[in-house]
C-alpha cells in the first residue's frame, strides 16, 4: 500500500494555476517534514518544495515565487498552489515525508502513483 495519495494534477496552458493535493496518515504527517518532488520523462526525481510541521518552508530556486506549498495539520493534507506555470513544470508531481528540509530527505521508498501536471497550449 503507498504511504501517500496525490491528487489535483491536469492539463493546463502556461500561465495557468492548479492545486496539488496530498493525503497522507496521521503517524505520519504530524512527525515529520512533508515534500513535493517532480520527475520528467527522461529526468531525474527533483525536490520542488518542502515543508516542516510548523509550517517552515523550503523552494526550489526554479519554482520560488509561482508554488506555494502549505499544510492543514487538522486533515493530514499538505498542498502545492502553482501558479504562473510553465512548459517545463510538465512532470509527475509526488509527495514524501522527509527527515529534513533543505536538503530534502525523503523517508519511504514507495512514492505512490503520483499526480500528472502538463503544462501545454
Known amino acids: 500500500q503507498v504511504q501517500f495519495v496525490e491528487s489535483g494534477g491536469g492539463l493546463v496552458q502556461p500561465g495557468g494555476s492548479l492545486r496539488l493535493s496530498c493525503a497522507t496518515s496521521?503517524?505520519?504527517?504530524?512527525?515529520?517534514?512533508m515534500g513535493w518532488y517532480r520527475q520528467a520523462p527522461g529526468k531525474q526525481r527533483d525536490v520542488v518544495a518542502t515543508i516542516t510541521p510548523g509550517g517552515s518552508t523550503f523552494y526550489a530556486d526554479s519554482v520560488k515565487g509561482r508554488f506555494t506549498i502549505s499544510r492543514d495539520n487538522a486533515k493530514n493534507m499538505v498542498y502545492l498552489q502553482m501558479n504562473s506555470l510553465k512548459p517545463e513544470d510538465t512532470a509527475v508531481y509526488y509527495c514524501?515525508?522527509?527527515?529534513?528540509?533543505?536538503?530534502?530527505?525523503?523517508?519511504?521508498?514507495?512514492w505512490g502513483q503520483g499526480t500528472q501536471v502538463t503544462v501545454s497550449s
Open positions: 496521521r503517524s505520519i504527517f504530524s512527525i515529520y517534514a
Open positions: 514524501n515525508a522527509n527527515l529534513n528540509i533543505n536538503p530534502a530527505r525523503p523517508l519511504y521508498d514507495d
